[in-house]
């Protein structure tokens, strides 16, 4: 038989960040009781609110399979007498098993027979076995810092008020957490805050929607977002909704209610993005654009209540909103009374990594990389000193120490009202690009290189002190500098080499780190590895990224290039061939040793085959000049595929490793030839192709 299960945990506030990865793991750790239990299940759901965490599954078995044990005794013929008695061996296995001679059964073995007891184990009831999978599973949560409180031992991300555990239509009774289990959960604590009693696991949802809760919180999130929409389209704006806010604000109310507030216009004078990150981070509120992008003196904020006197909670929320839009005022207009050039003094105070020295320090060696990438970027050298020596002054200022996601940007505006070059000001903000895996790059020269040089520099400098990332323990962020790294550089056409970046780096560290054959390499494997998950991540397989990092791994751009081009060439029937064969001819050449690919002997080509792949490499090379000298790496491979009837035919025809030298090493030096060819733009035998 099977019955629904539903677990419910009531209890104070959870913390926002804590509510739904606090269900995802209690989900995941009962069903991997369940499932180590051996005990059957239909669809699990999972809920969450800022009160409750809850699981409810359909078709729970009700009770664990039986369990066959086979013992196996003595063999048949050792079991019994010539008169046909059990032998000593035999009546000891059966009084082992606490069982008579009668009970045991034979069993017919490739080895002979032998003399076996069978016990069947009843499975346990599963009402039975719940309270303990259900401790297991909330002993295993990741709580950073657990609770108590009352007198009891128990611990808990808050405290504990009640708990439900339904088993079909019955209360399965025992204490969890220090409170007695039952069948009685809560509503919304102002709208409904008596008990409700659940009948049946299948009605949990709909009787809290009715006590003025959404239990799920996909659900709850959903019309978070469909409320805010349709506020913010009456009043013509768009709501700014970034994804982790919504799961924010869905993780503190039970009852969503939008409502529309405003602050006064006057603040529209600080830069929008200080004004949007103060409304998100300290208020937990919806900004608002108009149709064309400019912010509007208007917010949203969502309420966990629907209020009799709703203009009092809008004035509220603007009360709050003010005196938090002042504060950001205040400090923009503090920082702007001293220039940012002032404060580079100020930045040798600040240590950037204890061995790797101060701010100041840092800035220093990301001007000496600048100019090293002046010639290559065609940047303006002295544009190039200045973003350097600016770089990090906004770290110094009031604003950027209330809301540190706005560093670089906040460089951007007081460069500007300081009279900085645009070209500079625009660089001060374009150093962080990328901030995350999808982010838009760098739109100017010097942005991309003020990016690459202070990457480089975090990533060397760290990897030199020995403490790069190891496991999922990543403190300087080094994973997402390389990945920013290798897509800045896959980027640009630029002619910028990674083991001369690296080289050049370690450099800059003057008097600090030594020129490391070692760290160059180890540095320069890390990138290179975050750029085959980019790739990975983009559906481009890991044999294509290594047969292309075997022709080119220090020139990005062309890097890319190459496994774009392999990536439409391996579509082709040929490449299959190609790579098969090309797999063959390196075999042979391994064993034949040093070759000179240039010294064919037309007169020693005996076969049609051979003569014919001759001929054929002979015009190839001739065709791929060209395409080389422009990049065009999808026309070679293109044309490559052409390749592959002669080569055929040849591996078909013609014996290589003939007794003749001369003739064999003939042949030898034209595969030589039709190696080169192959493995111009890839090394097309590192392919895994069917």
């Known amino acids: 038989m099977v019955n ?100 045991l059964s034979v069993s017919k073995t490739d080895k002979g027979e032998w003399l076996v007891y069978e016990s069947v184990t009843q499975g346990a009831k599963t009402r039975n076995l719940l309270p303990e999978l259900i401790t297991q599973a909330l002993a295993s ?16 991300a808050r405290p504990v008020h009640w708990a439900v555990l339904l088993y079909g239509n019955e209360v399965i009774a025992t204490t969890i957490l220090g409170v007695q289990t039952a ?8 709208h409904h805050p008596q008990a409700i009693e659940i009948p049946a ?76 990150a103060s409304m998100q981070s300290h208020q937990k509120c919806f900004a608002l654009r108009d149709k064309s992008g400019q912010l509007l003196p208007h917010f949203i904020t969502v309420a966990n209540i629907t209020s009799l006197e709703p203009k009092q909670v809008v004035s509220g929320n603007e009360k709050v909103m003010r005196a938090r839009l002042s504060d950001a005022a205040f400090f923009f207009h503090q920082d702007k ?29 990301i001007e000496k990389l600048m100019i090293s990438l002046t010639p290559s970027l065609a940047l303006d050298k002295q544009q190039a000193i200045r973003a350097a020596q600016l770089s990090k002054c906004d770290l110094m200022t009031g604003m950027v120490g209330e809301f540190p996601e706005l560093q670089g940007l906040m460089g951007y505006y007081y460069a500007c009202h300081d009279g900085e070059a645009k070209e500079v000001a625009i660089a001060l903000n374009e150093q962080y690009m990328p901030r995350f895996a999808a982010d838009e790059l760098p739109s100017t020269p010097l942005g991309l290189a003020m990016s690459l040089a202070d990457r480089l520099d975090s990533l060397v400098g760290i990897f030199a002190i020995g403490q790069k990332p190891s496991g999922v323990k990543d403190p300087f ?31 800059s560290y003057t008097n600090t780190l030594s020129i490391n054959e070692d760290l160059i390499e180890e540095v320069q494997s890390f990138i290179l ?86 001929a054929h490499l002979c015009a190839m090379e001739k065709t791929v000049e060209p395409l080389y000298a422009a ?9 490559l595929a052409s390749l592959r009837e002669p080569v055929d035919a040849f591996f078909e025809h013609v014996m290589v490793m003939v007794d003749d030298e001369t003739i064999r090493k003939n042949r030898l030096q034209l595969l030589t030839r039709l190696q080169a060819l192959l493995q111009g733009v890839a090394d097309i035998s590192l392919l895994q192709l069917n």
């Open 337 to 365: 009374k001293e220039p940012l050039s002032q404060r580079i003094s100020t930045t040798e105070k600040v240590v950037f990594q204890a061995k790797l020295g101060s701010l100041r320090d840092k800035t220093k060696r």
């Open 141 to 156: 949560l990741p709580i950073a810092k657990p609770m108590r409180w009352g007198d009891g031992d128990a611990e808990f």
């Open 477 to 507: 962020k080094l994973r997402r500098h390389a990945l920013a790294i290798a897509r800045l550089l896959i980027s640009t056409p630029a002619r910028l080499d990674l083991s001369a970046l690296i080289t050049e780096t370690i450099h």
């Open 529 to 614: 590895e975050r750029m085959q998950s980019y790739y990975h991540s983009q559906n481009i397989s890991i044999d294509l990224f290594h047969a292309v990092r075997a022709r080119q791994e220090n020139w990005l751009y062309d890097f890319n290039k190459r496994i774009l081009a392999l990536s439409a060439f391996v579509l082709l029937p040929e490449a299959t061939v190609l790579s098969a064969a090309c797999k063959r001819v390196n075999n042979l050449l391994q064993q034949a040793g040093q070759l000179n690919a240039a010294v064919i002997d037309e007169n020693l080509l005996e076969e049609g085959a051979e003569k014919s792949l001759f």
């Open 631 to 639: 990049a065009d790496y999808q026309t070679i491979l293109t044309q």
């Open 183 to 190: 069948r009685v959960t809560y509503g919304h604590r102002f």
């Open 4 to 103: 629904d299960f539903l677990f419910e945990l009531g209890c104070e506030e959870l913390p926002s960040g804590a509510v739904w990865p606090l269900t995802e793991a209690l989900t995941a750790n009962l069903l991997a009781a369940l499932d180590k239990a051996q005990i059957n299940y239909g669809i699990t759901h999972s809920f969450a609110t800022p009160r409750r965490l809850a699981i409810r599954i359909t078709e729970l078995q009700d009770e664990q399979p039986s369990q066959t044990v086979s013992r196996r005794g003595p063999a048949v013929a050792a079991a019994y007498d010539a008169n046909g008695q059990p032998t000593p061996a035999l009546l000891g296995f059966a009084k082992s098993c606490g069982v008579g001679v009668d009970a």
């Open 201 to 276: 696991p299948s009605h949990y949802e709909s009787l809290l929607q009715e006590a003025y809760v959404i239990a799920d919180f996909a659900s709850r999130r959903k019309e978070i977002v469909k409320q805010v929409e349709q506020l913010a389209e009456r009043h013509n704006a768009n709501a700014i909704m970034p994804e982790n806010l919504l799961d924010e604000v869905t993780s503190i109310v039970e009852w969503p209610q939008a409502l529309l507030a405003n602050f006064e216009k006057e603040f529209l004078s600080v830069p929008s993005e200080a004004l949007i």
